[in-house]
Nanobody
Framework: DVQLVESGGGSAQAGGSLRLSCAAS????????MGWLRQAPGKEREGVVR??????????LYSDSVKGRFTVSYDNAKNILYLQMSSLKPEDTAMYYC????????????????WGQGTQVTV
């Protein structure tokens, strides 16, 4: 199994920045595709960034709501996924989750194999 632990959430003012981290541990062999998702109270889960390949072979896909403000990166040596969030808006307030899938990218967000416990971001 793969364990995912997110960190870096908290409170920020509008216009501010936060960086989220997601550390993967356990049997990470075959870990291929990662993403960040978020869910605000009363709203559906939203994919923030998808298709983050551990190989770096694909360009990540950002949702329109965060494009140009959020940047994802992956430290392959440490198995840590990052989400740099800038120009934060109140509508970015949500619980943020990282998720990963082995051997391929998920067709839908429900197809991720492993999920973190989430980290709260409040703007």
């Amino acid at each position: 199994d793969v364990q995912l632990v997110e960190s870096g959430g908290g409170s920020a003012q509008a216009g501010g920045s936060l960086r989220l981290s997601c550390a993967a541990s356990g049997n990470t062999y075959g870990l291929d595709c990662m993403g960040w998702l978020r869910q605000a109270p009363g709203k559906e889960r939203e994919g923030v960034v998808r298709r983050v390949r551990s190989s770096g072979s694909d360009r990540p896909l950002y949702s329109d709501s965060v494009k140009g403000r959020f940047t994802v990166s992956y430290d392959n040596a440490k198995n840590i996924l990052y989400l740099q969030m800038s120009s934060l808006k109140p509508e970015d307030t949500a619980m943020y989750y990282c998720a990963v899938k082995k051997w391929s990218c998920p067709v839908t967000d429900n197809d991720y194999n492993y999920w973190g416990q989430g980290t709260q971001v409040t703007v």
